[in-house]
T-cell receptor
Framework: AQTVTQSQPEMSVQEAETVTLSCTYD???????LFWYKQPPSRQMILVIR??????QNATENRFSVNFQKAAKSFSLKISDSQLGDAAMYFC????????????FGKGTRLHILP | DTGVSQDPRHKITKRGQNVTFRCDPI?????LYWYRQTLGQGPEFLTYFQNEAQLEKSRLLSDRFSAERPKGSFSTLEIQRTEQGDSAMYLCASSLARSAGRNEQFFGPGTRLTVL
């Protein structure tokens, strides 16, 4: 069975600084997607970034980038130039490729931005 | 198009009562998903539909839970004889399945259920 582990329940970062959120996963599959989702307080979850397992190049979306280590089954999220609006729960997630079914989520990391 | 909507946003009920939640997906999205998120946890998959067909159900979905999507548009999730352990946020998501695997799931704001 696939699992996703986030070992940091909470993190804090100074505004404008860089923070890295960690995630590890376990799967016996070779073709899958990894995601980071953001869930602001009392607001709906949105997709921050997606990585396709067959791609070696790390995904980047503006201030958000990932460090994807397939052999180590590690998938960390780096947020550069942190902003107050980045404060949220961040979920690392996994889904098999070629199937539009369930997403498996980690327990989340609550990120605080310090002004 | 305003995204995925869910109704109600909050529901407080007494143990043993039945509750029903509604999800309206993004127009023309043919896939609809239900997840449950308990406090301090990530969302857990419950079930999903392609059009009106329910394709997969998690073992988390006990026989007290039933989901429908009668016309392939909105969906309802009913919980019968609620228990305190059912207290959670119930999330709905939808996607447009065009090319296999590449389709983003868009989430609604959730329905927060509190069972007293």
């Amino acid at each position: 069975a696939q699992t996703v582990t986030q070992s940091q329940p909470e993190m804090s970062v100074q505004e404008a600084e860089t923070v890295t959120l960690s995630c590890t996963y376990d799967t016996s599959e070779s073709d899958y997607y990894l995601f980071w989702y953001k869930q602001p307080p009392s607001r709906q979850m949105i997709l921050v970034i997606r990585q396709e397992a067959y791609k070696q190049q790390n995904a980047t979306e503006n201030r958000f980038s990932v460090n994807f280590q397939k052999a180590a089954k590690s998938f960390s999220l780096k947020i550069s130039d942190s902003q107050l609006g980045d404060a949220a729960m961040y979920f690392c997630a996994y889904r098999l490729a070629n199937r539009d079914d369930k997403i498996i989520f980690g327990k989340g990391t609550r990120l605080h931005i310090l002004p | 198009d305003t995204g995925v909507s869910q109704d109600p946003r909050h529901k407080i009920t007494k143990r043993g009562q039945n509750v029903t939640f509604r999800c309206d997906p993004i127009s023309e999205h043919n896939r609809l998903y239900w997840y449950r998120q308990t406090l301090g946890q990530g969302p857990e998959f419950l079930t999903y539909f392609q059009n009106e067909a329910q394709l997969e159900k998690s073992r988390l979905l006990s026989d007290r839970f039933s989901a429908e999507r009668p016309k392939g548009s909105f969906s309802t999730l009913e919980i019968q004889r609620t228990e305190q352990g059912d207290s959670a946020m119930y999330l709905c998501a939808s996607s447009l399945a065009r090319s296999a695997g590449r389709n983003e799931q868009f989430f609604g704001p959730g329905t927060r259920l509190t069972v007293l």
